[in-house]
């Protein structure tokens, strides 16, 4: 990247202003999402445990411009796990949030009423309560506490740490929140590196989180995708509990998408842990 591109992290997100330019846009029924943070287990069904995990994240993330400049050649995402219930939709609110605001027009941080922010998230007005606020609070603690390192080699005690969010602040007196982006990660939001992700199957799947997981880790596979074994399913979800246990919240949850009209799919004979091959995916849910 020279100094003439991409100064401000709006700049990296489509504006949803602008359909007609033919990119993926952020809509009030449409988020784009970065490809690698949907594969990997950045977000996952919710745990009883608040475990911190750490992802090895060299592979996806290794062509990060803030990784090649430097040479870094280790990348792991580590902090508190991230539920689809409150932390998903918190976040599809930031990055509508940074296509939106004035502010980002100027730079990288930007302030906005908590009732805007709380519509971005899909929540009516009768919900703006004290426990909203608390919860959307936690949810941007639990995002801005997600960092990623990066290591020139392992062992080596010269490293850098990013975030998906770099500040977050929240003045319960003024009743704004304010949000500031780590601009070292814009290029996460490149065309090549996005998806669009519509909204509908996930409200249609706000009681099952393992659905909305498969939902967004599917949306982020090519077009027609190869077999997908239940073994990687598992490595995105990281579920708890016994194998057996996981393989029937997965089949289940495979069902329901079917059942919303999303997902059509058949499952390969002969093979030695449980496979599906995906035949189609309709995120409009059309005809259903």
Known sequence: MNSNEVLLFKDAIPDFNQPSTGKLTVTKNSSVQPVSLLRLGVFTPSCRTEATVTLNVTEALSSLEIAKQEGYTDIKITGPMLNYFQDFRCWTAIVHSFSVSPDALKGNRIKMPFSEFAKLCGYPSKRYSTK??????????????????????????????????????????????????????????????????????????????????????????????????????????????????????????????????????YYLVDTSVPTIQITDRNPKLTGS
């Open 132 to 265: 909203l606020r608390n919860e959307i609070a936690d949810s941007l603690t639990k995002i801005r506490s997600k960092s990623i390192r990066f290591e020139k080699n392992p062992g080596i005690t010269k490293f850098k740490v990013a975030g998906l969010l770099k500040e977050a602040e929240f003045d319960g007196e003024s009743d704004y929140i304010i949000l500031e982006a780590d601009e070292r990660l814009w290029d996460l939001y490149r065309s090549d590196h996005l998806t669009l992700l519509r909204k509908k199957p996930l409200e249609l799947l706000t009681r099952n989180e393992t659905a909305q997981a498969l939902y967004t880790f599917f949306e982020a596979l090519p077009q027609h995708p190869a077999p997908i074994t239940f073994d990687r399913l598992r490595q995105r979800l990281l579920l708890n509990g016994r194998i057996a246990e996981q393989n029937r919240k997965m089949r289940t949850a495979l069902d329901v998408l079917a059942s919303i009209g999303y997902l059509k799919f």
